[in-house]
Each structure stands twice: as C-alpha cells, then as structure tokens.
C-alpha cells in the first residue's frame, strides 16, 4: 500500500484536509519518512540490460602495486577467477580470499602528495592544507551485476594522543540486520609484515586486531587486509546496502572502518534501533576502482583519473580528503553537473524526471551557498546528489560529499496544492527541496562537526532539521517557512506533546521510534528557533560558526555545545536553556508557534489522539 494510500484512510477519518493526510505520511522531514515503514513501497522498476563484461581472471591487472610486506611474503596462491553470474540472479558469492593479500588482482594507489589532496578541497578549504588522520588506500573491483566488491585496503593510522595502544578495532556495519543481508569479510590481516587474525564481536560488526607491539602516542602503524562486501538477497532497513531493481549497487557501509577511540577504547556499541548506524573519525580516502566500462559511478570525493581497459573494464581513481564515510553507488544513471564558486556539485539519476533531477541539483547548489554564507564555507570540491530507491521508507540519507534522495521523493515536487481548503494561501511546500537541504546540511552537522549518532543523536538531527527549515526561509520566503514549520517539523511534536514532553538528551534506542521522530527531529530543530528569537540574529548565527569552527573534523558533545553557547548568552542562562529544552520535560504547546493551520485540529483532544494512536499503528506495522 503506497503513502498516500494510507493519507487518504487518514484524511477520510481524520475530516481534515490533505494537508494533514499529507503531513502524516511525510512525518516530519527526511529521516522521518523513514518510519512509515511498510506503509510504503518503492515501485518496481523492470531491470534494464546492463552489458557487463565479465571477465576471466587474466584479463584482470595481476601485479599488486609494491608494498613492504610484499617484499617479505611470496605470492604462491592461485588468483581468484570470476565466475560469469547469470543475468537476474541477484548476487553470486565472490571468489574465496587467497591465502594472502597481496595475491589479489588489485591495485592499491600510493600515497597522495599534499597538491593531490587538495583536489578534495573547495577553494576556500585548500589554504588550511589537510592534516595528519587516518589515511585509507583502497584498490577495488566492482561487480555490480553479482553484487560485490573485493577490496584490498591498507589503512596509515597515526595515533595522536592517549595511553598505549594495544589494538586496532574496526566496524563492519555491513554486517548489522538493517542491511538486509550484507556481508563484510575480511581476509589475511598484515600489520609490520606479521599476520594478525580479526576477533569479532558486537553481533558481527566489529572485529578487533592486537598490534605486534604497542603503540605510542605520535606513532603511526600500517596494516592491510583483503576484504570482500556482498550485498544480501532480503531487503533492509532502508535500503543503504542494496542492488536496486535495475541494476545499480549501493555500498553504504562498503568496507571495513576504524572504529572511533573514546579515552583510549574503542567504540563497539552493537547496533542499536532508531536513526544512523555511522559514526567515525574525518579521514583522508584515496581509492582505485575497477568496473564494467560505461557504468555511472557516483562516490564520495573527486575522481583524479578514468581511463578505458582492458577487456571492458575501467579504472577510476578518486581522492577523498576528510570523509567520514566513503559511499559509493554505481550503476546505468544520467549525470548533470553545475559549478558554483569552483565547488562541482552532480546529479545522477535513473528513475526521477529529467526536470526534476535539475531542481534537486538546484536546490542542492543553493543550499551550499546560503548555508556556506550562514555557517561556514563548504569544505570539499563535489557534492553528488544521487537518486535511489531507497526503501523502509527513507526520504533521504547524508554521506560524505554525497546525499542520496529516495527515488519517490521527485515528482512530488510543490505540494502546496495538497494544502487545499486547510489553509489557503499558505505559501509552497517543497517537500523535494526540503529533503535536499536536510541532506545538504548534514555536510556542515555531521561532515564536519562530528557526533555521537547513539548516545546523542539531536546534535546532528536537530540542527540539521533547522537549517533545511532556514533554507526554505530564505529561498521561498515566511510563508512557505510556516508551512514547514508546521507539517514538516513540528507536527510530530505537537502530537507527542497531547502525551507529555521528552528530554531531548536520549540516547537513540531510549526513545520509541514515533518518539525519536518527534523529539529528536520536531524539538531538537525549534530549539534553535528558540535560541534565535532568543539571543538574536547576529549572537544566533555567530554562536553556529562558533560551534562549527570550534569542532570542526571532530566531535562535538551536548557538553561543548553548552559550553559554547554560554559565550554567547552567558554561562547561566545557557545552563538555564540546556536544563529546559534539552535536558527536561516540561515543554508544552503554549511553548510552540501558534498554527492556524493546526490549532483547529488540536483543541479537540479527541481527533488529536486518535492521529497519534494511528501514527503508532503504522509504525507498529513495520517488520
Ligand atoms: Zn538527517
């Protein structure tokens, strides 16, 4: 049953206008639509012909690029073959891991130099150079018809401060239930020339490595590994590690990652409900990927080098300065591109009408800019705005220099004629432009500043939320801004609030999914509006640049937005504000902006719980 399906049921036994049956199935933003859950389903799209030349092993690269390992281990083990896959079967099991790393076909880049980094780099971000972090170097094959990549990474990891350290650890989200299936293994582990074997943990998505010998603050070690990352055959979660209908393969989670360290210990939460599973260090990503020639690939980070051959396939070689998460998706899709202030920003598309794809690149391009100008420059070369059949759901998900949309949200374009008899001349409700923002903003609330997504999940969601709320302020204008406010933000909240308020401070899991949506995303984004009539423009939007430049490639905490906000308003009145909105429970409606659009619907207590009781019956729906 589609979305709207379910609005009209909603419409017919709310009596309201569209515009509630509209806002309920849109649930208040991108992330939120997620949780319509079964109540929606992507459509199907017939598989189009894709050529993919499968190729047999000796037509593939059979030298390694030199490393020191290589130099101590022999290369005796035969080299994997590729069995040809025939077409629609959704995934074939890759080759077994030879016995050795350096006995796989792939070719690791070397290092970049500093001027190749700065490729990464939007102009403005180039002056700071980039500094010392993880640096992972990938040589990759692709298969996107079988549904797998096999990599080989060596990952440079300089330990910066800390008591010794006597292990690497590294998350395998791959491997978590809400990616339907997938799988991330690893072969030989190489560090200093001496294997080392992975022990799992976490359900499977996590594996740790003992060093040799210990590390010290202000060494760097080096380790390598085989790894191999097959997409599952049941659908997941939504939808971030799938082969789509027609072909494509998306690779959310697509290899292994450092864990983040907190205090000298690794983070190893197992997987936890509500909201993103990622979270890790800002790292430098140099890659090198083999695929069937003529295939689309839209990645994270800026591609240095293409070029043809042999047999069908091509090599695409990428930098990626300063990325939390390296996405790729690859497969038959249109590319666009326009360029604003030497930042390129791409659409790539299959599915969405042409016109469509161009606004959502628009838009994508205009929100850089006002957010660039409100908070700080954007600090990457490319964004790549992708469309995907994401599923569960999902209307849109944040990655590094790349935002994926949900296929189902082009097309739907204004919807300020679904508005009708509720509210005339309430202005546009761009739900398209709405999702892109959102998406945008998360570069600046996730990409630069970085958070713990589990344990406090409002700093990025929150903010987020608000500025994709600004943009359609300042580009659609106060009108089209209440409209949003009012059916895209807060009228989660409102509902949640008939019940009783929340604290904002929750970790993830602690909240019920219709709870995450309405706390985390409806009061973690009017807190800023909040502080802004509060405190001002000019305090409001220096406090931002403050906290973003104070963070900035690191993590922020509830702790240090506090901290920085009492420079803005006073360490007590800062205190007093975090007690209140963040920490407690006692919002009411009257602390909300009146809705003449919704306060109708809300002064009978009656018609309001029934919209919440049925909110929770659709989310119960869900598997
Ligand atoms: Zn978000």
């Not at 780099?121 to 993880?134: E, H, M, Q, Y």
């Not at 500043?449 to 600004?470: C, I, Q, Y």
């Amino acid at each position: 049953m589609s979305r709207w399906a379910w609005a009209v049921i909603l419409i017919a036994i709310a009596g309201a206008g569209c515009g509630i049956g509209f806002a309920l199935g849109a649930l208040a933003g991108p992330e939120l639509a997620r949780r319509m859950g079964t109540a929606y389903r992507a459509p199907t799209v017939p598989a189009a012909p894709i050529a993919t030349p499968i190729l047999p092993a000796a037509t593939l690269p059979l030298r390694p690029s030199p490393s020191p390992e290589e130099a101590l281990v022999p290369t005796a083990t035969p080299l994997p073959t590729y069995t040809p896959t025939p077409p629609r079967t959704r995934t074939a099991p890759p080759p077994a891991f030879p016995e050795t790393p350096e006995a796989l076909p792939l070719e690791v880049p070397d290092p970049p130099s500093e001027p190749e980094w700065l490729v990464g780099l939007s102009p403005p971000a180039r002056a700071a150079g980039v500094d010392r972090r993880p640096v992972y170097r990938i040589g990759g094959v692709l298969e996107p018809q079988s549904g797998w990549l096999r990599g080989r990474l060596i990952l440079a990891f300089p330990y910066e401060e800390g008591p010794l350290l006597r292990a690497l650890c590294f998350r395998a989200w791959a491997n978590a239930p809400a990616s339907g299936g997938a799988r991330l293994e690893v072969g030989g582990i190489w560090i200093r020339g001496q294997p080392a074997s992975p022990e799992w943990s976490a359900d499977r998505t996590a594996f740790t490595v003992t060093l040799p010998s210990p590390l010290q603050p202000g060494e760097t070690v080096e380790l390598e590994m085989p790894f191999t990352v097959t997409i599952g055959t049941r659908a997941g979660g939504y939808g971030l590690m799938q082969k789509t209908g027609d072909g494509r393969l998306v690779l959310y989670y697509g290899y292994p990652e450092l864990a983040r360290l907190r205090e000298g210990h690794c983070v190893l939460d197992p997987p936890w409900e509500n909201g993103d599973l990622h979270q890790a260090e800002a790292a430098h990503f140099a890659l090198r990927l083999r695929l069937p020639e003529g295939m689309a690939l839209a990645a994270s980070g800026v591609t240095v080098r293409e070029s043809a051959g042999p047999g069908g396939w091509q090599t695409v070689e990428i930098v990626a300065p300063y990325t939390r998460n390296f996405v790729i998706i690859a497969g038959d899709m249109q590319k666009i591109s326009i360029e604003r202030d030497g930042i390129r920003v791409n659409g790539f598309y299959r599915n969405a009408p042409a016109a469509e794809a161009r606004r959502a690149l628009e838009d994508a391009a205009d929100a850089l800019e006002r957010f660039g100008k409100a908070f700080g420059d954007y600090p990457l070369a490319e964004l790549d705005v992708v469309e995907v059949p994401l599923q569960g759901g999902a209307a849109g998900v944040e990655a590094s220099g790349l935002v994926m949309i949900g296929e189902d949200v082009y097309g739907m374009g204004d919807l300020s004629g679904l508005l009708g008899g509720l509210s005339p001349g309430s202005g546009s409700l761009d739900l398209l432009g709405f999702v892109v923002a959102h998406e945008v903003a998360h570069q600046w609330w996730y990409g630069v500043v970085g958070n713990d997504a589990h344990r406090e999940p409002w700093l990025d969601e929150g903010l987020t939320n608000w500025s994709s709320a600004f943009w359609v302020e300042q580009a659609h204008g106060p009108e089209a801004a209440r409209a949003t406010w009012d059916l895209l933000v807060l009228l989660p909240y409102r509902l949640r609030l008939m019940e009783g308020d929340l604290p904002l401070s929750w970790p993830a899991e602690r909240y019920s999914e219709l709870d995450y949506a309405a706390i985390v995303y409806g009061k973690g984004a009017w807190i800023y509006e909040v502080l802004r009539r509060e405190i001002g423009e000019e305090r409001f939007f220096a406090f931002l640049r403050r906290y973003l430049q104070r963070h900035r490639w690191g993590w922020a905490t509830g702790d240090s937005w506090r901290e920085t906000l009492a420079e803005f308003m006073g360490k007590e009145r800062a205190e007093a504000f975090y007690r209140r909105w963040v920490e407690g429970r006692e919002i009411t409606e009257k602390d909300l902006p009146p809705s003449p659009m919704l306060d109708p619907l809300f002064q009978d207590p009656a018609l309001g719980g029934l919209l919440w009781d049925l909110l929770r019956a659709l989310m119960q729906a869900e598997p």
